[in-house]
């Protein structure tokens, strides 16, 4: 296959830059030379203006786990569109989706209901202080909450090359305390500071690391960090911003069989329309207000467009759940143990993590296991390989700090096409 171009999209590209800073309206859109614009999707794939066809393993950062342009959640909302979008009085689907959730969720039992993830880990951390009337959190390095001052320290994703953002106050950013991740004594240590002791409000962990690459809890890790937030008084949230409902229904709580206090959801919940929420311990959640006295106010929150898409989304995921867990994750088993073949065969040294329906792929000859060891890894290598995939129709996100993602619309021919994009790319990139 000849490798495809994107003209059409450079000229898109410097037409936005124009009007809109860097070009792009979410800074990890970004990549070099210019990221091509997409006109529609559908399945697994993505249509670029170019008219070039794209295997998408991006997914709108896991998002999209039922595939684009699903045509049940599509005409549940258009009959939506016609009742009205937008009421900002309650609604019965409002209620539904929760009683949804209280059940599916282990930690759930009561919810509140958002637009975005940053705003559902913002406000928990926020609940954990009133809640334990503490100041300091702990988050983890390369973990991502959203781009809010509480959590952009050490941050990943977009922000792995930066300490924190600027504009970010100095004594605001000094109340979060960052510690390696699969590397309980040095959380141990830190809590058991003096100069910390009983102001730790909450520990925010994503139960699997998405944001900085894929990383895998050790046995035991988050088993130990449960123990360790119940006998400090801290509140444990797991961030399920990507896990949930993709891990399994009721996300990496589920699937680990472990309890937080709290739990924020987003991504795969409206299947990619806005929608996130927090579940979580009764009594922390009754301190929103107007139950509590912890503000927390959207007038978009609970529009009904967007919970008619999470409603319909869970709907499918509880009817075909036993099929539908099984089959992305042999989807991925397959991807992955054919590119750990490819690798062996080709003498690189290369890492590659998976669980259910995430993989990534690591240009390292030690295990990938924190921050520091994807740092370390030839992300110069990963770029190289990304945009050799590009060219032969496969998205994958454009950075070792991200994770892959499979949908439910991933099929065998994806597969083939994908793993003839991979054999091409490592061969190339092995004789840099
Ligand atoms: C994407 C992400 C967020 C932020 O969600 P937004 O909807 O982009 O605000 C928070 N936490 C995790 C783990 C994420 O991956």
Not at 16 to 45: D, H, L, T
Not at 303 to 312: G, M, Q, R
Request: proline share 4%; charged share 20%.
């Amino acid at each position: 296959m000849t490798d495809i171009t994107f003209d059409k999209s450079r000229i898109l590209f410097e037409k936005a830059s124009k009007v809109i800073p860097g070009g792009v309206n979410s800074p990890v859109r970004y990549f070099q030379p210019y990221p091509f614009f997409v006109e529609s999707a559908n399945g697994s794939r993505l249509f670029t203006n170019d008219g070039n066809v794209l295997i998408d393993y991006c997914l709108g950062y896991g998002s999209v786990f039922l595939g684009h342009g699903n045509q049940q959640i599509g005409s549940e909302i258009k009959s939506q569109i016609d009742k009205g979008n937008l009421f900002c009085a309650p609604t019965e689907k409002e209620t539904q989706l929760a009683e949804i959730c209280s059940k599916i969720i282990p930690c759930a039992e009561m919810v509140r209901i958002m637009n975005t993830g940053a705003e559902a880990t913002m406000h928990s951390i926020r609940l954990a202080r009133a809640f334990t009337r503490k100041t300091k959190i702990i988050k983890f390095e390369g973990g991502y909450h959203g781009a809010f001052d509480y959590v952009l320290n050490k941050a990943g994703s977009g922000t792995a090359e930066q300490e924190y953002s600027d504009g970010i106050l100095t004594e605001s950013a000094s109340k979060t305390i960052t510690v390696p991740y699969n590397d309980i004594e040095s959380l141990q240590s830190v809590i058991d500071n003096e100069q910390n002791h009983n102001d730790i409000a909450c520990i925010i962990v994503e139960p699997v690391m998405a944001n900085t690459g894929l990383i895998l809890p050790e046995k035991d890790y988050l088993n130990s960090i449960r123990n360790l937030t119940k006998q400090n008084n801290i509140v444990l949230i797991f961030d399920e911003v990507v896990t949930g409902f993709r891990l399994a229904l009721g996300g990496a709580s589920e699937f680990l069989g472990i309890k937080p206090d709290i739990a924020t959801f987003a991504k795969t919940l409206g299947n990619g329309y806005p929608i996130s929420l927090i579940a979580g311990r009764r009594e922390i959640l009754l301190g929103l207000a107007p139950s509590g006295s912890v503000y927390q106010a959207s007038t978009f929150a609970g529009n009904p467009i967007s919970v008619t898409a999470a409603l319909k989304t869970l709907e499918i995921l509880i009817d075909e759940k036993n099929t539908i867990y099984p089959k992305v994750a042999r989807t991925c088993d397959k991807l992955v143990e054919a590119v750990r073949n490819m690798v062996q065969d080709k003498n690189i040294d290369v890492i590659v993590n998976s669980i259910g329906s995430m993989f990534q792929l690591f240009f390292s000859d030690k295990i990938i296991r924190n921050y520091y060891s994807v740092k370390s890894s030839n992300t110069k290598l990963f770029m190289d390989m990304f945009r050799i995939l590009l060219t032969k129709g496969v998205f994958i996100p454009p950075s070792p700090f991200e994770t892959c993602f499979i949908s439910t619309q991933h099929n065998e021919e994806d597969l083939e096409k994908t793993l003839d994009a991979y054999e091409t790319a490592l061969s190339k990139v092995k004789n840099y």
